[in-house]
């Protein structure tokens, strides 16, 4: 059995809230231990469109391989990026461009954020399934969740 991904309610918030920085789509890197995303680390997005695609920026993937490989270095757990102007669902473009290398893709749009496993033959597009994950708040004991509405 696969082990749940655990999220903080505050990383959650926080990438939420990039989705109001402008009318780019904002990207990063979902770093952590084991099935725990501890940190959400910006890159910048390089996409020829960046309004409607994002591409992570190669020198960022390479710092956090490079990271990971130190002693104590937190794990490339998966990727974030924002939807401006559309829902927290992957795009067929999303698709296109994911490896179906099991990592994590957190999309956060202005109402919602949803969390996705990036596998062959995906439920969505042939390259995602949806993921819940435990939602963590406070010290109060995770609650599993399939995603975060922004109330």
Not at 18 to 43: F, I, T, Y
Not at 87 to 114: F, N, Q, V
Request: aromatic share 4%; glycine share 10%.
């Amino acid at each position: 059995m696969e082990t749940v991904p655990e999220i903080s309610s505050a990383l959650v918030a926080r990438l939420m809230r990039l989705v109001s920085v402008g009318a780019e789509e904002q990207c990063g890197l979902l770093r952590g231990r084991g099935h725990r995303v501890l940190r959400a680390d910006p890159a910048a997005n390089i996409a020829a469109a960046p309004a409607t695609t994002f591409e992570i920026d190669p020198r960022a993937l390479i710092a956090a391989h490079r990271a990971a490989r130190r002693r104590g270095g937190l794990e490339l757990l998966g990727y974030y990026h924002t939807h401006p102007s559309g829902d927290a669902m992957p795009s067929e473009t999303d698709a296109a461009c994911a490896a179906p290398d099991g990592k994590l893709w957190l999309i956060a749009a202005h109402r919602e954020a949803l969390l996705f496993r990036a596998v062959p033959s995906g439920s969505i597009h042939g390259r995602f399934d949806p993921l819940e994950f435990d939602l963590v708040v406070g010290k109060r004991a995770p609650e599993r969740v399939g995603g975060v509405t922004r109330r």
